[in-house]
Each structure stands twice: as C-alpha cells, then as structure tokens.
C-alpha cells in the first residue's frame, strides 16, 4: 500500500445490523443474517458481477470511494441505500477503503445458481465470507508494497503493570517473531517494526499514557477483549498449529510473550475464516540483540522513510540496489535494526567483503536474483487457497533461481574460499531445494501463464 492506514480502533465497536423483518425478501434476509455475523466491518456481498453493499455500509462506501449511493427496495418502511463496486477491479476499491481505515469482509457466493433453483424459485445462492480484509493481513501484490514488509503486530501484557509481549508476523511472507519489552521501550520498537495494525487490549489501550503510544506508532489499532491474550490458552493454540508436544524447541517464551503470539494467531485465522497461511515457526528475538532507537530520532535520522513519510529521501533509497523485492525487505529490515554484538557484526562484514572482492561472482549473483520470483508471497497465497498458475510459476522459477545462485558460488575461484559463514549457510540451504519438485512444476506449468 503506499500510505499507512489510519487508526480504526473507533471501528470495533459493535454496531447492531439491522432487523430481520418477517417481510424481507429471501436475498435481503441472508444479507442480514450474514451482516450480522460481521458488524464491525463493511460487508461486500457478491451479486454477479458485482459485490454490493447496503444500509451504513453503503452510506460509508459511497463517501469513502466517491462512488454513486443509489437505492434498492425498501425495509421497515424506508429506502435501502445501496452502492456497488465490480469484481473485476474490486482490489482497487478494497485498497483504498484498507488505506482509509475500515475492514472489508468479502462474502462470495458458495453455490451454483443452479443448485438453488432446485431448492425452490424464491431459494437464493448461497453465500458466506471467504475473508475479513484488514490492513495487517494483505497478501494480494496489488494491494501491497513489493520491497516493504507489512507487519501485523499484537501486544500483550502480564498484569496491569506486568511485563510486555510484541508478536509480529508479515502475513504475506509467513514471517513470525516475538520479543518481550518494556513500557519505556515499547515506542522504540513499534517504531522499528512500523506494523500495519497492532491488535492490542481494551484495557491496555485505555491505561493513562498508552494511547500516546500506540497513536505515534502509526498502526491501524484493533481493540481486544483480555480474554484473547490469556498465555494458556495461547500454549495450547501455538502447539496445535505447529502439531509439537511442547514449545521448547523454538525458545523460551514468557507468559506475555505466549499471549501476543496467540492473538495474533486467532486473528489470522479470523480473518482468513479457518485458512492458515504458512507462518514459520516463531523466532524469540532478544531486544539487546540491536540497536534501540527511540521513535523521534528513528524519524530525524529518516532511516527507512523521510518525515514526511516517503521513501524516496531516505537513507534507505539512497542505498538500496537490491534487485528484489525480498532483497529490499531484508535491507530495510537491517537498517531499521542495526546490529550491537560483534560477532554477528562481524559476520555479516565478512560476508559484504567477499562480496566486494568477488567481483565476477557477484555479476553472477546479481543476474540470477532478478529472475527470481518472489517465493514467499506466492507460497503464502497458495497456502491461502488464493493462488493460481502464476504462483505456482514463481516458485518454480524461486527453485531455479536457487539452483543457479547455489552453482555459482560453488564455482568460485580457490583463492576466494572457504565462504564466509553468513553465504555458507545460504549456499547449503539452496542446495537442499527440492529438485524433483521444481522439474514436475517446470513439466506440468506452460511457459506462458
């Protein structure tokens, strides 16, 4: 997306839908119904070619877009506003109501028409939402920044003074990491993360001082009940979706830790009604691990964008040459993050003056990374269930790529071996890349999709 969306905190409030009158028509009934399951956000229900919207969705719609409000039948006496966006471009309205703060749950129609006839001339196809579109769960390129990370982030918190917990996840990378932090630091790395939206506690975000805090991070904010942050239960949701007995072997986690890893968790599957994309296991990220910078000189430095919120001016631009979009999430992500242990400092030197003094390697590397697809945003649509050719396509190609990088730096020249640690490690992982999974994409998929 190329702004931030505004805070919608105000949004969650739930808004009873209208009656079901005994008169309704059978379509106006099942809108209803289905609006009633989702009061907290504009519901686009699908006729056709069309998704439609009624009632105060239509009325907010129809500002919001700039779109014609017209009419259509009447209930309890009064005119049903009603507006309407196509199916084919709805990914350009979506994005603009995402940017201007509302959710948007997309009900599709689940049943041929056919199949309803037969139920009876007045029965209407059935429908259901397929997905709660929120600005921390995007995974459409359309919708989307290729070179940035888009963050959903859940705060949780032991106590009403306890300690803190901060899980992330990129949606559409399956990245997931959690740390624990301070109240003081909490502005630092809500900085540093710059999420999309933040889910957060209705108490929490009422405490004296909070609000402050969450309104400079610049995140869409979604209120809570307590209940969902509670650790136990966030224990066992952890352990079930990564089928393991216990969580030791991904780290040590603390009670708030456990408790903003598991809302997260239950939103996303909220929002992608029951689908799961495929989340890494989480990363336990120590905050001494880099450098803390508070909020304001994060923006004075202008890091990763200007003060005025652009990335073009900001140190990032000057010094990005990546030439993926993967490559500029990693180096924005490096550089909103600077490193304090010397050692991993010291490694990823290594790494940068091979790379210097590979310079035929590096010509090498380069060309082979711009033929590679971004894997992780099409393998996450996939597992969404909202993929197509075309991703399939890109990792197959991602397999390829992975293939050619791999043989390059094994035909490196003696005098530049062994390989510094940082690209080792990256060279033994591409090598294990499943060759026989690539071949079958490359046998089965046609050249043009």
């Known amino acids: 997306m190329s702004e931030r969306a505004t805070p919608f905190a105000h949004r969650n409030e739930p808004s009873a839908p209208p009656a079901i009158p005994a008169e309704a028509t ?63 471009s709805h990914e350009a309205y979506l994005e603009r109501l995402i940017r201007k703060g509302f959710k948007v749950a997309v009900c599709e129609q689940v049943e041929d028409p056919s199949e309803a006839k037969k139920r009876g001339a007045k029965s209407v196809v059935a429908r259901a939402v397929q997905r709660l579109v929120t600005p921390g769960t995007l995974t459409e390129d359309t919708l989307l920044d290729a070179r940035a990370h888009n963050y959903l982030a859940a705060l949780a918190r032991v106590g009403s003074e306890g300690e803190l917990g901060l899980a992330w996840a990129d949606v559409s990378t399956g ?27 209705e108490g929490f975000a009422a405490d004296e001082g909070n609000g402050e805090i969450l309104a400079h991070s610049g995140a869409a904010l979604t209120l809570l009940p307590a209940a969902r942050f509670d650790s136990g239960n966030a224990e066992r949701r952890l352990k079930d979706h990564f089928a393991v007995a216990a969580l030791d072997g991904f780290g040590a986690f603390s009670r708030a830790e456990l408790g903003a890893m598991g809302a997260l968790l239950d939103y996303v599957e909220l929002t992608q009604v029951g689908r799961m994309p495929a989340l890494a296991a989480p990363r336990r990220v120590a905050t001494a691990e880099t450098m803390a910078i508070d909020a304001a000189t994060r923006a004075n430095l202008e890091l990763v964008r200007t003060l005025q919120g652009e990335t073009a001016g900001s140190l990032l631009a000057a010094i990005d040459r990546t030439v993926t979009g993967a490559g500029a999430r990693e180096l924005g992500s490096r550089l909103a993050a600077p490193l304090t242990d010397p050692q991993a400092i010291n490694r990823r030197l290594d790494a940068v003056d091979w790379l210097v003094e590979a310079r035929e390697v590096r010509r090498d590397l380069r060309s082979a990374l711009k033929s590679a697809p971004d894997i992780a945003r099409a393998l996450s649509r996939l597992s969404l269930g909202r993929g197509g050719p075309r991703d399939l396509a890109a990792i197959a190609g991602g397999l ?50």
Not at 45 to 73: H, P
Not at 180 to 201: C, I, K
């Open 26 to 88: 059978p379509m106006m009934a099942q809108y209803l119904e289905i609006k009633g399951q989702w009061p907290d956000a504009l519901l686009f229900y699908r006729m056709g070619d069309f998704y439609e919207l009624f009632f105060e969705d239509a009325v907010a719609a129809a500002g919001a877009l700039d779109i014609a409000l017209t009419k259509r039948g009447k209930h309890l006496g009064n005119d049903i506003p009603m507006c309407g966006v196509p199916v084919h």
């Open 175 to 201: 990245e997931f990491a959690v740390t624990g932090v301070s109240r003081s630091g909490l502005g630092a790395e809500l900085a540093r993360l710059s999420p999309g939206e933040l889910l957060v506690s």
């Open 400 to 449: 390829a790529a992975a293939h050619t990088l791999c043989g390059a730096l094994d035909a490196a020249p003696p005098s530049l071996l062994p390989l510094p640690d940082e690209i080792a490690r990256e060279c033994a992982a591409m090598a294990n890349v499943a060759a026989p999974l690539k071949e079958r994409l490359a046998a089965t998929l046609a050249e043009e999709l």
